[in-house]
């Protein structure tokens, strides 16, 4: 879970055409997001960055009933190889962060999601899932268990409307029953620094040090004299990173004091796609939604094991029977040359019978091939399987790969105060002066997955 958008932008991966009502419209690996031309803009919903963004040359679309950056001067390709190589701050305060109050609140989240909540260490978070009575995924969202005695989450801004209703649903069940619980809506900015510069850009502002935050854990602190800032390390472009809750008055001044420093650059949700694509990462609407089980979509690890047992979560009578039985189709990543595979592109068998459907893909400016994730027949989801994928009316080869499909971070091994660290994948990064995590944070992965009793594919 992390803020989403999915649309192809610069170089082969950009689509730019007028509509017969007047607006850009800018589409590509999936999500469209379009711009009205003149003054509609007023419709939309702005960020406390919008004035910013525009001084900066942001392009302006909408997405989500927001009016957001999809670019700035550099090209998409630019922009997404400064953050796998430096360090880009992204506007996400079109999300929906929420504080959940009160002694019941672990067991009203726990009503709604497959995490083990109660498990969390104080300021430690997750990713997580609302589902269904169906097993189907609502929307991914991150949990922090705080020490100040409120949940902080963050879900995504497509599926606000939608995650309002359902916890005030339960919310309502709740107090009805004489529990204690509060939901708190929050109007912080909320901005995302990427990239494996992120650590030497905030330490500079910071007292704390940076190290003791490692990845899905969160701390309130002043940044570069802003107070009040909840900084959480995580992110969704596979990089080092952070994402930052900042009062809504402060963030322009918190932005410019990022950006004093050279590593840094503004990115938009153009490159974000990108960069998310590569890391292996879900976009809901796309890779996930209400007719997609976690365990179709290789979220398996996302279910708490003592959840899993007590199968006390919403869908937990369909999703559990899947961890063991498995199920008809499976979430995969795909590689090919050639033509840029699309959203809704035809799976195909290597006898041309259709065994799936793409669900994202564009261009990798890393990799220089196209990727994508899409949900394969189950006889065909083993990495290496050959297939094809029907562009412009063609078979076209691909093969299904691991995801993340692309590893842009390093590994530290031995002493992390020593300078020597070994490369995991196939990304021609220099070696690195201090430590950072591994792409898509593949090894907090694993050990949680370890925990869980289960795999992350």
């Known amino acids: 879970m992390w803020p989403r958008l999915l649309v192809g932008v610069g170089g082969p991966g950009l689509r730019v055409r007028a509509s017969r009502v007047g607006l850009l419209r800018v589409s590509g690996a999936g999500s469209v997001g379009q711009r009205q031309a003149s003054g509609s803009e007023a419709a939309l919903k702005k960020t406390p960055l919008f004035d910013f963004h525009k001084q900066q040359g942001g392009k302006m679309v909408e997405f989500a009933g927001w009016c957001m950056p999809v670019q700035y001067k550099d090209s998409h390709i630019s922009s997404h190889m400064h953050t796998r190589e430096h360090c880009s701050i992204f506007d996400v305060s079109h999300m929906l962060q929420t504080k959940v109050h009160g002694k019941d609140r672990v067991k009203f989240m726990e009503s709604l999601v497959v995490a083990d909540i109660a498990e969390l260490k104080a300021n430690q978070g997750t990713l997580t899932l609302f589902t269904n009575e ?12 705080t020490d100040q005695g409120y949940l902080y989450v963050v879900s995504n801004a497509g599926c606000a409307d939608k995650d309002l209703a359902h916890m005030k649903a339960r919310l309502a069940e709740f107090r009805s029953a004489g529990l204690d619980v509060d939901l708190e809506f929050l109007d912080d900015a909320l901005i ?16 704390e040090d940076l190290s003791k935050l490692t990845f899905m854990t969160s701390t309130m602190a002043t940044l570069f004299g802003v107070p ?7 992110g969704y472009t596979g990089e080092d990173g952070v994402e930052i809750s900042v009062p809504h008055s402060r963030v322009v001044e918190l932005t410019e004091k990022l950006m004093a420093n050279s590593e840094v650059k503004l990115a938009g949700l153009g490159a974000r796609d990108s960069l998310r694509l590569e890391a292996g990462l879900c976009l809901y609407g796309n890779d996930i939604d209400e007719n997609t089980t976690p365990v179709e979509a290789t979220l398996v690890w996302t279910i708490g094991k003592r959840r899993r047992q007590a199968k006390d979560f919403p869908g937990a009578d369909i999703i559990v029977p899947q961890i063991k039985a498995k199920t008809a189709r499976k979430r995969v990543g795909l590689v090919s040359t050639g033509p840029p595979v699309r959203q809704h592109t035809p799976i195909l068998s290597p006898d041309g019978k259709v065994v799936g459907e793409v669900t994202s893909g564009c261009p990798s400016p890393c990799l220089k091939k196209n990727i994508a994730m899409g949900y394969v027949d189950a006889a065909f989801t083993k990495n290496g399987t050959a297939i094809q994928v029907e562009v412009r009316k063609k078979a076209v080869p691909a093969t299904v790969s691991k995801m993340p499909l692309c590893h842009p971070l390093l590994i530290w091994i031995g002493d992390p105060k020593e300078t020597i660290c070994r490369q995991k994948g196939s990304f021609p990064w220099k070696i690195h002066s201090k430590p950072i995590m591994s792409s898509f944070f593949m090894e907090d992965l694993k050990t949680r997955a370890i925990q869980n009793g289960t795999s992350i594919m």
């Open 192 to 207: 995302a620094v990427q990239g494996p510069s992120m650590s030497q850009v905030l330490q500079e502002g910071l007292t």
């Open 228 to 234: 009040d800032c909840r900084v959480t390390r995580c």
């Open 134 to 145: 169906k097993g189907g995924i609502i929307d991914d969202l991150i949990v922090t268990k």
